[in-house]
């Protein structure tokens, strides 16, 4: 039977013109009719959450191999009408094919959600979502992008039961424990599974295992209970993977033998969330309502100055981190440079070796192309690590200044909005979005060849040549193609360290000043409201405060209500 407190919150959500809020009422409200509970996926980023959601689904619902991943909430619910809507904030929703979920879902798609994405539900036909089970794939925490961690975060009070997909390297972050910590006094159940186990061996996955449940334990105070170990990508693709199987089996037990008391749950969490909600904003306009005209004039004017140079001084702080010390370019030429030399000299070495130890003359020709590239392979896996580990330890660390550049920022507007209303205002939390990119894609390139005229000279110099001479010929050979193999990676290693770089740079300005004009705006446009009511004279403040007092009452009732 459908919520009459939600009903009710719905309501006034609507009255207020709220409608984005309305309508994930309006979602809650359906769950319950359902008999639903959410169970959302947690985590880092590039776990493995979206690939371990569709083998549940048994087909690519979530989109994968999109960097960063999933940006916005997306609910998988049953539904014998298959089909996928995009929620936008302002409430309106829109269908949308499945193969276009990635536009509004994705970093890539909808960079920065500039399309205003709040939600994607998408309906199927599933054993396990018939069952009340709701799946929600969230975005991974610890990203460059540090609006996908808020999303997250803002989303867990509405979470029933929280599978939480770690990893190997490392176990468990502090993004992830954190996320750990605030989900498990809200969530009516914790799950842990280790994905990417396929990747870990025996001794590794024992110490994997053992020091997040230490972690986990220490943080809870209680045992985190058994820890599955899956492959998700061998399960999608439709391999045995035994912890899969098991991890299957436990969410449908789960959904059978508990499913109608976490949906009774889900639905008292909903309705005390979002009656919270809403009574933080009628206290906003309240306020607004009650201080007479000129001094909310006033108020909000010394708002506005307080927060006025807040932007030029955003605008500042990111200035001063862009000429924060980096990689200085002539420095790392000269230091490539030095690489390539001492590389080239090792690998000629064993060039050298490797010709002595090949009696045949023939076979010295077949050996010096593939025994040249994997020596430069591997002098090339090396820098590429290095230059890795140094982009790494870069944004890592413009990451962690401009976020807290943000956070004092946000204090400020913080502080001026409760000194101007006199309303405690809910902190708007910035945390600092950690990077952990994946190794730089490296495209090996072969130099052509085709026109060298040592490919067809070299076989007849070595039926000529006297021994030493036909190993010094094909000794430059292999001089030749690693010195143009190392130069062009090591160039190509270089671009793409330059492209992350100034890529992380730019995504974290556009969080600061999103995240800045979100915590302003919001303010203002609940106090404005009140301000609006209050020029239409005193009969229409009054009949607003009733209003207030009408929906403040109503959610009292419905707070009340069972």
Request: contains cysteine; hydrophobic residues 45%.
């Amino acid at each position: 039977m459908k919520s009459n407190a939600l009903n009710d919150l719905e309501r006034i959500a609507r009255e207020r013109g709220e409608l984005a809020l309305a309508a994930d009422i309006a979602e809650a409200g359906k769950a319950a009719e359902a008999g639903q509970f959410t169970l959302a996926l947690l985590g880092q980023f590039k776990r493995g959450k979206s690939t371990l959601l569709n083998a549940l689904l048994g087909r690519p619902v979530s989109p994968v191999d999109v960097a960063p991943l999933t940006s916005t909430i997306i609910v998988i619910q049953q539904g014998s009408d298959e089909r996928c809507e995009i929620q936008f904030q302002e409430g309106r929703r829109e269908a949308v094919a499945f193969e276009e979920i990635a536009t509004y879902v994705t970093q890539e798609g909808n960079p920065g959600n500039r399309l205003g994405v709040q939600a994607a539900f998408v309906y199927l036909d599933h054993p396990l979502l018939s069952l009340g089970v709701r799946l929600v794939d969230t975005p991974g925490v610890g990203s460059v992008f540090g609006l996908n961690t808020d999303v997250t975060q803002g989303f867990l009070p509405r979470i029933d039961v929280a599978l939480v997909v770690l990893g190997g390297e490392p176990p468990i972050t502090g993004d992830e424990l954190e996320l750990v910590k605030a989900a498990a006094p809200r969530a009516g159940k914790l799950i842990f599974v280790m994905n990417k186990a396929d990747l870990l061996e025996g001794e590794t996955r024992l110490k994997a295992e053992a020091f997040a449940r230490k972690v986990i334990g220490e943080a809870l105070a209680c045992d985190p209970g058994p820890f599955l170990f899956l492959s998700a990508r061998r399960a999608v693709r439709g391999e045995e993977d035994g912890g899969f199987r098991e991890l299957a089996r436990t969410l449908e037990e789960l959904a059978r033998e508990a499913g109608g008391q976490l949906a009774a749950l889900a639905e008292s969490a909903s309705k005390e969330y979002f009656a919270g909600r809403l009574r933080h904003a009628m206290a906003l306009e309240r306020q607004a309502l009650l201080t007479p005209m000129e001094e909310m004039g006033s108020r909000i004017e010394r708002f506005k100055r307080a927060v006025e140079d807040v932007e030029d001084l955003a605008l500042a702080a990111q200035s001063r981190l862009a000429r924060v010390e980096g990689v200085d370019p002539r420095e790392a030429e000269v230091e490539r440079a030095e690489f390539a030399r001492t590389q080239l000299a090792a690998a000629l070495k064993r060039v050298d070796q490797a010709l002595r130890e090949t009696r045949e003359r023939w076979a010295r020709r077949r050996l010096i192309q593939p025994l040249s590239e994997r020596l430069v392979r591997e002098a090339v896996a090396a820098w590429l690590q290095r230059a890795t580990d140094e982009t790494l330890r870069l944004v890592k660390d413009r990451t962690e200044r401009i976020a807290t550049e943000t956070r004092r920022l946000a204090e400020r507007v913080e502080r001026a909005a409760a000194e101007c209303f006199d309303v405690p205002l809910t902190s708007y939390t910035i945390r600092p979005p950690k990077t952990d990119f994946d190794r730089i894609l490296l495209e090996f390139v072969n130099p052509t060849l085709a026109l060298d005229p040592q490919d067809w000279l070299f076989p007849l110099l070595e039926t000529v040549l006297p021994s030493h001479l036909a190993d010094a010929v094909a000794r430059r050979r292999a001089a030749s193609l690693m010195a143009d193999w190392l130069r062009a990676n090591l160039y190509a290693i270089e671009e793409r360290r330059v492209e992350e770089l100034d890529g992380a740079m730019r995504l974290l300005q556009q969080d600061m000043m999103q995240a800045l004009h979100h915590l302003e705006e919001a303010i203002l446009a609940t106090i404005e409201l009140g301000v609006r009511q209050r020029e239409q004279g005193e009969q229409a403040v009054a009949e607003r405060l009733e209003v207030l007092s009408r929906q403040e009452a109503a959610i009292r009732a419905a707070e009340g209500s069972p």
